[in-house]
């Protein structure tokens, strides 16, 4: 169980993250409260500065785009999958997806800096390149940290997860278009860094793709 944090203000209400089974969850809390309750379960707590470090910090929003993407880049539509063919979401960590997942981290490591070039007062610093991030948050759990495939293959954090399928005819699956690595992640998540970088006149062509690629699925399912 983790917990991230940011401050409103030390004396009045916080903005709390915190993450059990999987599940993310969000609260305001008196500070009070927050303290007492972290100090009492022995939760780890990282305070952070701004609302804007959760909004770059780089997690689902790239992790599961660019897994789907190494997985079911070629997939019409329509193609269905034996079970056993759908490989693990993250243990089964191959090139293209690790190879993408380092394209969209750079791009959001490219916002945050343009955002400290025009404001140098905007502490992001929590904002952490992808895989530094896996590492500082998991530790000893990873085997292997030689490189971004390996941290997620040999992460016991990440082990047995599972991409999101619907069966289909003959006990056969395809990809869950309404899941929320699709209705969640895109438009709460690489919407929002798309935005950024426009407004910051910054070119994203991992992000454009990414995006692109899963609403061309998602208009085939709605």
């Known amino acids: 169980l983790m917990s991230l944090i940011t ?5 009045s209400l916080l903005l709390y993250f915190f993450f059990s089974s ?3 969850h969000t609260r305001f809390l008196p500070v009070s409260w927050a303290r ?3 100090q ?10 701004n609302f804007l470090c959760l909004t770059l910090y780089p997690s689902n929003q790239i992790i599961h785009p660019g897994r789907m993407y190494g997985i079911f880049q070629d997939w019409d539509g329509k193609k269905s999958f034996e079970p056993n063919q759908v490989p693990f979401l993250y243990e089964d960590m191959d090139d293209i997806s690790a190879d993408m997942l380092q394209k969209l981290d750079d791009e959001i490591q490219m916002i945050k800096n343009a955002i400290q070039q025009k404001n140098s007062f905007t502490d992001l610093s929590s904002v952490l390149p992808l895989k530094e991030r896996i590492i500082f948050q998991y530790g000893e759990q990873i085997a292997n940290k030689s490189n971004l495939k390996e941290v997620f293959r040999t992460n016991q954090g990440y082990k047995t997860a599972r991409v999101p399928v619907r069966q289909v005819e003959n006990g056969k699956v395809i990809p869950e278009i309404n899941s929320r690595l699709f209705f969640e992640d895109i438009p709460y998540g690489l919407c929002i860094l798309k935005d950024l970088a426009e407004l910051l006149n910054l070119s994203t062509p991992a992000i454009d793709l990414m995006i692109e690629w899963h609403q061309k699925l998602s208009l085939i399912h709605i």
């Open 7 to 11: 401050l409103a203000d030390w004396n």
């Open 22 to 24: 999987r599940r993310r």
């Open 36 to 38: 007492r309750c972290v």
């Open 40 to 49: 009492e379960t022995g939760i780890i707590t990282l305070p952070i500065p």
